[in-house]
């Protein structure tokens, strides 16, 4: 039943480890997003994908890379993870291009702890 | 780019008050959405304005998007436990993909 979900949920690892945050979503939705929320809740969007394509790619460091395999899949692979990456990461997805007016469907988020 | 700025960012209410959360942009804005993340959880649409002026209520949530559209307010009367919680705005501007999210009110409860 789940709508947006990824995995895993939690992350804990030491710095210059690299690690991937999956994400999928059963709602048919066109588009896919990563967000970043840091420690006084503020959400940052990273990515977004509309059709497997990159629409937006926000100011964030080379060491992060998605990959969309389809358009119900967004994946976050993350190099040489340092103490700032600490955050929750939450997917989400829409229907249709990202400039509509259409609501985010979030999922529970990966709470990445780096050592 | 796109800002959008929300006040205040926490507010502490008794039981059975009224609190209002407000959302101002420097630019025009397409829409606004707001959402609610509860402790622990992740952000939940609420709802959604498109119109100059336009005011939704939900029981006792008002909505509203200021005549300009570069401001909304959320306003929460009668104060309940389970209002606990940060909500955020978020807005796009005319020309604008993404959605820009003000740092979000997160908001406790005194029973």
């Known amino acids: 039943d789940t709508a947006v979900s990824q995995t895993p949920k939690y992350l804990v690892t030491q710095m210059g480890n690299d690690k991937s945050i999956k994400c999928e979503q059963n709602?048919?939705?066109?588009?896919m997003y990563w967000y970043k929320q840091d420690s006084k809740k503020f959400l940052k969007i990273m990515f977004s994908?509309?059709?497997?394509?990159?629409?937006i790619n926000e100011t964030v460091p080379n060491r992060f890379s998605p990959k969309s395999p389809d358009k119900a899949h967004l994946n976050l692979h993350i190099n040489s993870l340092e103490l700032g990456d600490s955050a929750v990461y939450f997917c989400a997805s829409s229907q249709d291009f990202p400039g509509s007016n259409q609501p985010q469907h979030f999922g529970d988020g990966t709470r990445l702890s780096i050592l | 780019g796109q800002q959008v700025m929300q006040i205040p960012q926490y507010q502490h209410v008794q039981e059975g008050e009224d609190f209002t959360t407000y959302c101002n942009s420097s630019?025009?804005?397409?829409?606004i959405q707001w959402y609610k993340q509860r402790p622990g959880g992740h952000p939940v649409f609420l709802i959604q304005?498109?119109?100059?002026?336009e005011v939704k209520k939900q029981k006792r949530l008002t909505f509203q998007f200021g005549e300009a559209k570069k401001n909304s307010s959320l306003h929460i009367t009668a104060t309940q436990t389970t209002d606990v919680g940060t909500y955020f705005c978020?807005?796009?501007?005319?020309?604008?993909?993404?959605?820009?999210f003000g740092a979000g009110t997160t908001v406790t409860v005194r029973a």
């Open positions: 709602l048919g939705h066109d588009t």
């Open positions: 630019t025009t804005l397409s829409n």
């Open positions: 994908y509309n059709n497997k394509e990159l629409i």
């Open positions: 978020a807005g796009r501007g005319s020309n604008d993909y993404k959605l820009s």
């Open positions: 304005l498109v119109k100059s002026g």
